[in-house]
């Protein structure tokens, strides 16, 4: 009988909460049915004998006695409160909202939060490198631009130390 209710479970798993919550009804139907006619015996029993005092019943137990549909236990009404049970969970879970796809979207909201963060370090690290790069080659460039001039100058103080030299040799012959 176990092995039956496992495969009827995992036959309707994929089912509705209704038709889950009316499937376990119905298991727990079958798994109490010795227990409920045990027990209807021993009401009905009671019931005769408080049938035989009735003059020591107040009117509400005389009444649940005589009329047993009316008891707020029977099979009837515990599958019915079942069944609104369900479907009240169902009506509300577009208005509360699922817990799991609510514990996703925020999840998801905070991945995309620290890779929005970790794209703006990066694109800030990028920035400062570029422009420590372009700092670094204005300053070889200017270093650039100043060997090019004291290589003229040099070249201008030693073509004017050639040409004075030559001006002296002449002199001096």
């Not at 009905?44 to 549909?69: F, K, R, Y």
């Not at 099979?75 to 609104?84: I, P, R, T, V, Y």
């Not at 370090?121 to 700092?135: D, L, P, V, Y």
């Amino acid at each position: 009988m176990t092995n039956d209710m496992v495969l009827q479970d995992l036959a309707n798993s994929q089912g509705s909460l209704v038709e889950r919550a009316q499937l376990e009804a119905q298991q727990s139907d079958s798994m109490d049915d010795e227990d409920d006619l045990e027990s209807q015996a021993n009401d009905l029993g009671e019931a005769a004998t408080a049938s035989d005092h009735s003059e020591d019943l107040d009117a509400v137990t005389a009444t649940l006695i005589d009329h047993p549909t009316l008891s707020l236990d029977n099979e009837e009404s515990q599958k019915q409160e079942a069944g609104d049970v369900v479907k009240q969970d169902e009506g509300t879970k577009g208005s509360l909202g699922d817990i799991g796809a609510l514990d996703q979207s925020n999840a998801v909201d905070e991945a995309s939060s620290f890779a929005n963060d970790e794209d703006k370090n990066e694109e800030a690290i990028i920035h400062k490198a570029e422009q420590r790069e372009e700092s670094i080659e204005r300053a070889a460039q200017k270093d650039m631009y100043q060997d090019e001039k004291d290589m003229k100058n040099l070249d201008a103080q030693t073509n004017e130390d050639v040409l004075s030299s030559v001006l002296i040799d002449n002199k001096v012959h």
